[in-house]
């Protein structure tokens, strides 16, 4: 059973427009960074740059879709919670993270039964973190702060060059389910192609996200136009389903958004489809994985591949995986992620990264 749950506080919707870079010299440093290529891996300038904007209509309008959703309480901690989810592993506990893919709500409420099963499985007791952004999920791997986590595949693809963090395991999905990039907008709305988006406003999920920011920002430089000039404004929500709900409501004109999380929104309400549509998909990219800190304990590691490769094979593993949309787990395979580092390793490449 989870004894401790630490909820980060989710971050603000964040924008950046064209205009707000503007005024910067011609060919500077801050101007490159902002709004090259190389930018949309740089989630601490992109914040820096951000955090003195506006929150506006948008802002206003997501809090007010978060207030339908089941409440969970961002702003409190118990007492005791810094010491066992915030340094080296105590070897009592599990501190298992998910990344926000979806709100803090939705993760809590679909991840809750999946932590303390393998929290159980290894004989410990689940600590449940949820990072406020996949860079500071992707912070805390590297500092062995946690044991465990379920990140986006940009995040993995972004930590690889460290060499800090490893994979445990990666899903399967059920079948006609792939991980993919979407470009949705409005149903009722004229726009056909990408070029139709010229000019509007688009939500992106986090800038570690692979198929909320860098996959169909690099569709957009593969079209020979720069995504901060490209498009009109840029809205960053901090998860997909925010992002879904952003087009839906008529407050961007478009999102790019995660395949499987747009599946399982049309699950629920399949009325969705005649609101929301899909103008542009990308191919499919290896899923967001189960990674561990390169030093975790071997004899913790092996137990908890145990456990999750095992998931399916009982009723109540089974029910869990059911509920988060996953077949089972199966040891990873590191070729499928070959196509999510080669758009980072373009990326850098464009910029002239050393």
């Not at 630490?6 to 503007?22: A, F, K, M, N, Y």
């Not at 470009?183 to 010229?198: C, I, K, N």
């Not at 087009?247 to 629920?268: F, I, P």
């Not at 304990?297 to 949309?325: C, H, P, V």
Request: hydrophobic content about 40%; proline content about 8%; aromatic content about 8%.
């Amino acid at each position: 059973m989870t004894n401790l749950v630490i909820l980060s506080e989710t971050p603000p919707v964040t924008r950046l427009r064209e205009r707000d870079v503007s005024k910067m010299p011609p060919g500077s440093e801050e101007r490159r960074l902002k709004l090259g290529p190389r930018w949309w891996l740089k989630r601490t300038a992109l914040l820096a740059a951000t955090a003195t904007l506006g929150f506006g209509t948008v802002y206003g309008t997501l809090k007010y879709l978060e207030s339908r959703e089941p409440l969970v309480n961002l702003s409190e901690r118990e007492n005791n919670a810094a010491a066992p989810g915030s340094g080296p592993g105590d070897g009592k506990h599990l501190r298992f993270a998910i990344a926000t893919m979806v709100t803090p709500e939705s993760t809590f409420r679909d991840y809750k039964r999946l932590v303390d099963r393998i929290s159980r499985d290894v004989g410990r007791e689940g600590i449940f973190l949820i990072p406020p952004s996949y860079t500071d999920a992707r912070n805390k791997l590297e500092d062995g702060t946690v044991d465990v986590a379920l990140v986006c595949t940009g995040t993995y693809v972004h930590a690889l060059p460290g060499g800090r963090i490893g994979l445990l395991a990666q899903p399967e999905f059920a079948e006609g389910r792939k991980y993919q990039s979407l470009f949705l907008v409005p149903a009722q709305s004229p726009y056909r192609t990408l070029e139709d988006l010229r000019g509007k406003t688009v939500a992106f999920t986090d800038p570690e996200s692979n198929t909320g920011c860098i996959v169909p920002t690099a569709k957009i430089n593969a079209l020979g136009q720069d995504p901060a000039s490209f498009f009109g404004e840029i809205v960053f929500t901090g998860s997909h389903d925010r992002s879904i709900a952003a087009v839906e409501t008529g407050l961007v004109s478009c999102a790019a958004v995660d395949s499987l999380v747009w599946l399982s929104k049309l699950e629920v309400d399949p009325s969705l489809a005649n609101r929301v549509r899909i103008i542009w998909q990308s191919e499919p990219y290896g899923p967001p994985p189960i990674v561990v800190p390169a030093g975790l304990d071997e004899k913790l590691r092996d137990s908890l591949q145990i456990a999750f490769l095992a998931l399916d094979k009982d009723r109540e593993g089974r029910e869990i995986l059911a509920a988060i949309g996953i077949r089972r787990f199966v040891a990873p395979e590191p070729e499928d992620y070959r196509s999510a580092i080669a758009v980072r390793e373009t990326f850098e490449i464009e910029a002239g990264a050393p």
